[in-house]
């Protein structure tokens, strides 16, 4: 197939009525994806392909795009959070993407995900509060630290979790009830940055939430 690409590309697009004369394997596909074949004819083979195909960062941008887009593997999410500060704009664009569309499976598998990536996922998570919450809790949860305070301010700042940076800031703020809350709380609680959560509730379902740690600055205090 790699000796007469055309040929072989002809053989296997599918004509109108959406037969092809010959089957399209796929591992023929992950073979001309390795090889030195043009990346326009190795584009043109991937719009025939219908299955996932593994990243690799020696592919060029066109074709990581392709792939991401159209043929992603989402055990490949590791892999988009280690290549994101290095990108191209293009390919971090596909990246926030790709991650917004597989948010779930992101938490589920614990990937390690740098700040840059996430304050850059804000500007598509932060429109829809539930999300927001059940994504930084997990990141929260997992990466961030009593240490990590004036950098968090600013996460849930551009999340538009404006509420608990006032609580991280001091020295109270009035946080919504509900589960997803009661778990920000909890995480928060752990990291040593919040402390007694009043029981009351007033009338718009908000009860008082006080910060612990914080200094006049909103900076973490040590002592």
């Known amino acids: 197939a790699i000796s007469d690409i055309e040929k072989y590309t002809d053989l296997v697009t599918a004509s109108e009525d959406g037969t092809r004369i010959c089957s399209f394997s796929a591992n023929e596909m992950l073979i001309i994806l390795d090889s030195r074949v043009d990346a326009e004819k190795k584009l043109r083979l991937l719009e025939e392909y219908t299955g996932v195909v593994s990243l690799k960062e020696s592919y060029p941008d066109s074709l990581k795009m392709a792939i991401i887009e159209e043929h992603f593997d989402d055990a490949d999410l590791q892999k988009l959070a280690d290549w994101y500060d290095d990108s191209s704009t293009s390919i ?3 990246i926030r993407a790709c991650f917004c569309d597989n948010l779930d499976k992101t938490i589920e598998d614990d990937v390690r995900i740098s700040w840059d990536l996430v304050l850059d996922l804000s500007k598509a ?8 919450l059940k994504f930084l809790i997990w990141y929260c949860e997992k990466n961030i630290q009593a240490g990590d305070r004036s950098r968090l301010i600013g996460l849930f700042r551009a999340y538009g979790l404006h509420e608990y940076a006032k609580l991280l800031i001091g020295p109270s703020s009035m946080i919504a009830v509900s589960e997803s809350d009661n778990l920000l709380l909890n995480v928060l609680q752990d990291k040593q940055m919040c402390g007694t959560i009043k029981a009351d509730i007033n009338s718009e379902g908000k009860r008082q939430a006080f910060g612990t740690g914080y200094t006049a600055k909103g900076a973490a205090n040590n002592t």
């Open 125 to 132: 998570i932060s429109s829809n509060r539930e999300v927001a």
């Open 92 to 94: 971090k664009e596909c």
